[in-house]
């Protein structure tokens, strides 16, 4: 188990740092660093002064093993945005994704596992097709719509909700079932292909013989053995919810890292936006590791070698 970690953390280091040089020297040749922070009516010569006060003179390799020598003594460099450490912002903002992301994944679970196990124990029913109806149209929603369509109704039409900030556990309301409808389908068609595989059991069949049915029948023998692949899905879309709070951060003006990556790239604020891509990449990685060892403690049968 120990030589498996060690392994699957070596991976998740070399997929971040490879995320982290191709992020690099897209950010460094798609636009001139220099010429984004002086601005658009900046002459020359003030590009070039700034330039060379921020070491961009410098060949892009360099730069690339100088901030990694940064990262690694724990200086995540200076925004140019913000004029302030890139590790005091991912400090200050971390906490609010953080607690989204929960928050989205309970959603997530609250809705789509009942819906699954519904639909499992009623096979082609209407209780069926109601769940799977349910997962397609929120498949389907766009979060942005989501989003201003529950600001309108919650806002405007009922104010019950507050619509923006992240101040109290209110705010959160809205915005993690925006995040958190996302990932529904998902795993609701899972939970229900797991439970019916497993409702066919010969071990189902015995529990049934017992007197067990409905949902004590799932609770007591099927969800166990039937949830084994949702924990990995639900692992990898609480990973996810780091990186794709982009727009739902944006939509409820939430302070999170998502928010903070989309005025970083709009102020072409190079060493915030290469740290936050660097730390969404090693967070997906991560929750993939937390998936495999999830599964391993759940299913004695499973060995990692």
Do not use: C
């Not at 200076?78 to 912002?89: F, I």
């Not at 009623?122 to 929603?141: E, K």
């Amino acid at each position: 188990m120990l030589r498996y970690i060690l392994q699957r953390g070596a991976l998740a280091l070399a997929v971040a740092l490879v995320v982290s040089l191709a992020t690099f020297l897209l950010l460094n040749f798609a636009t001139d660093p220099a010429s984004a922070i002086a601005g658009e009516d900046a002459t020359p010569e003030v590009v070039e002064r700034i330039r060379l006060a921020y070491g961009l003179d410098r060949p892009v390799a360099v730069r690339y093993v100088d901030w990694l020598a940064g990262v690694a003594r724990g200086d995540f460099g200076e925004s140019y945005y913000w004029n302030k450490g890139v590790g005091e912002l991912v400090l200050e903002r971390a906490p609010v994704t953080i607690a989204l992301a929960l928050s989205a994944l309970l959603v997530t679970i609250v809705i789509a596992i009942p819906l699954g196990a519904i639909a499992a124990l009623n096979p082609n029913s209407w209780a069926d097709r109601f769940a799977l109806t349910i997962a397609v149209s929120a498949q389907a929603t766009p979060n942005f719509w989501l989003g201003l369509l529950l600001i309108i109704l919650f806002g405007v039409m009922v104010p019950i909700l507050p619509i923006s900030g992240d101040s109290t556990w209110q705010h959160f309301v809205l915005p993690a079932f925006v995040l958190g409808s996302s990932s529904v389908p998902a795993v609701m068609r899972l939970t229900r292909t797991g439970l019916i595989d497993v409702m066919e059991s010969d071990y189902i069949r015995t529990a049934r013989s017992k007197g067990f049915r409905g949902f004590a029948l799932l609770r007591r023998h099927a969800m166990r053995n039937a949830l084994l692949p949702v924990v990995s899905v639900l692992a990898v879309q609480l990973g996810q919810k780091f990186g794709g709070s982009v727009i739902t951060e944006s939509v409820f003006a939430i302070n999170g890292l998502g928010r903070l990556a989309l005025q970083s790239i709009l102020g072409s604020d190079i060493p915030t936006v290469q740290m936050l891509i660097f730390i969404f990449a090693i967070t997906f990685v991560l929750m993939n590791l937390l998936a495999d060892l999830l599964n391993a403690a759940l299913d004695p049968r499973i060995r990692i070698g």
